[in-house]
């Protein structure tokens, strides 16, 4: 069986996020998915499969970190698709059925994908005690999306400082269900993005996650109120990075950006 490791939300090898891959025909049980993500160890190891035709949705999808199942996951929705797409399993938009629900991914002329994604609900909270210390910067906000993705969004006064952050991920593990994303307005726009962010995600494994779609679902909405544009384009990243091109439609948030094939090889178990 064929697996391939696709770096998502980058147009070059070695940056954006990767993302092991694998077709299937149907899902094997739950304990070789995750024996497998752990063998891959990357911040997410896709699964899929096709579904019979004329049904909502083309191919059935999950997500495995090293260490636990996850409800939602652009990155490696991304490299999936882009999977897809580069060997003619399909043509036009491909629709996955996941636990978040049907997502759509469609391949644009100019050789980008754009996903369909439910956009994350924002609640304000007051900052939870210890988060600061934990990220060893001041917080200026915090919102809570935790009846979608599970994560604290969390602004900082400017990019540098959140470029600059080592926090204390075992501190952080404690502070939400699924991670802590810190975020700030871009300090030069005119550099081709409107906002910096980074994501931590300790609680199902992750340390950091370089480029983190399923992130931008809150962090499209968070930065439309502020700057009052419903196309924006964030970068995420500490030591890789990547670029992920947002629209904002209601209740779905659109997620665009490029991916790139760096391995492939065959699994023999």
Known sequence: MRIR???????????????????????????????????VNLSETAFAHPLPAGGEADWALRWFTPTAEVDMCGHATLATAHVINSIERA???????????????????????TMDFPTSSLTPVPVPEGLAKALGAEVVSVHDTSAHIGDLVVELNDEETVRGLAPDHAALKKLSDRGV?????????????????????????????????????????????????????????????????????????????????????????
Do not use: M
């Open 91 to 113: 043509e036009g938009t491909v629709r996955f059925a996941a636990r978040c629900g049907i997502l759509g991914a469609t391949a644009e002329p100019d050789g980008t994908i």
């Open 5 to 39: 490791i696709v770096d998502a939300f980058t147009d070059r090898p070695f940056a954006g996020n990767p993302a092991g891959v694998l077709l299937l025909d149907s899902f094997p049980d739950d304990h070789w998915l995750q024996k497998v993500a752990a063998e």
């Open 181 to 269: 994303i810190v975020t700030a307005a871009a300090e030069q726009p005119d550099r081709g993005y409107d906002f910096v962010s980074r994501g931590f995600f300790p609680a199902v494994g992750i340390d950091e996650d370089p480029v983190t779609g399923s992130a931008h679902t809150a962090l499209a909405p968070f930065w439309q109120a502020r700057f009052g544009r419903e196309d924006l384009t964030g970068f995420q990243g500490g030591a890789r990075t990547g670029f992920v091109r947002t629209r904002l439609r209601g209740d779905r948030t659109l997620l665009n950006g490029h991916a790139v094939t760096v391995i492939e090889g065959d699994l023999r178990v």
